[in-house]
């Protein structure tokens, strides 16, 4: 383990199915992730930047190669284990957002607090600071169907913040809200690693890129840029219609 690494994939691959009809979705990917290090992905549709936010999350299972996540291997935890991480170290930001329809906005939030033994009173007030963080604290007593789009993924985004969680994973985060909305939210995850987390973030954007302090880039499963810094912004604008 990378010493201080919050994150970190070694020799990472994924490959579905087998035979000549295998689909090598990721090949051999290293990448560490470190506290304060907000790092974007990008690249062309079907590069691999969703399967490595799975396999980052513990949503998928790598072929090769090891995933830890604070120190931890996640091949060699219990699948109750594993859903603990992730109630505990990580938060994830689904393209799809996976709110519960019967569930206020506060209920969706706290959920992940209450599942991890927090109090229910204690996770209500976790839950309406991070809604108050993402800008809809307001929005609390509301169920999804209640609220547009980008609302609900403001809810989502709150989601993966809430507690003491040192790694974010956002797949898209912005893809429904509007172009202010979307800076607002990014705001707020380069705040949230500046104080101490990380964040790793698949976008197809150039001026959300722009935000992380690296970027990397996936082809065909390859990592073939981490020059371990963010590149200027004529590169980012040359890559802005990859995904």
Excluded at 36 to 61: F, I, Q
Aim: a negative charge.
């Amino acid at each position: 383990m990378s010493a201080g690494a919050v994150l970190e994939l070694r020799s990472v691959s994924r490959v579905h199915g087998d035979g000549p009809t295998a689909v090598h979705a990721l090949h051999a990917v290293s990448l560490t992730l470190r506290p304060r290090e907000l790092v974007a992905v990008m690249g062309p549709s079907g590069s691999g930047k969703s399967t490595l936010l799975h396999l980052a999350g513990g949503l998928d299972e790598p072929s090769d190669g090891t995933v830890l996540v604070e120190g931890t291997d996640l091949a060699t935890l219990s699948r109750g284990e594993l859903a603990a991480v992730r109630r505990r170290s990580l938060g994830y930001v689904f393209q799809d957002l996976n709110l519960i329809p019967a569930l206020t906005a506060a209920e969706n939030v706290a959920l992940p607090r209450e599942l991890d033994g927090v109090r229910a009173k204690a996770a209500r007030r976790e839950a309406l600071d991070a809604l108050t963080e993402v800008g809809v604290g307001e929005l609390a007593g509301r169920f999804p169907d209640e609220m547009s789009g980008g609302q609900q993924q403001r809810v989502a985004i709150a989601r993966a913040l809430v507690g003491p969680r040192r790694l974010v994973l956002a797949d898209e985060p912005t893809g429904a809200l509007d172009s202010q909305t979307g800076e607002d939210v990014l705001r707020v995850l380069r705040a949230r690693c500046d104080a101490g987390a990380s964040g790793l973030l698949v976008t197809h954007e150039a001026r959300h890129a722009a935000w992380a302090d690296r970027v990397v880039f996936l082809r065909d499963g390859a990592l073939i840029d981490d020059t371990g810094i963010a590149p200027p912004p004529e590169v980012l604008l040359a890559a802005d219609g990859l995904g």
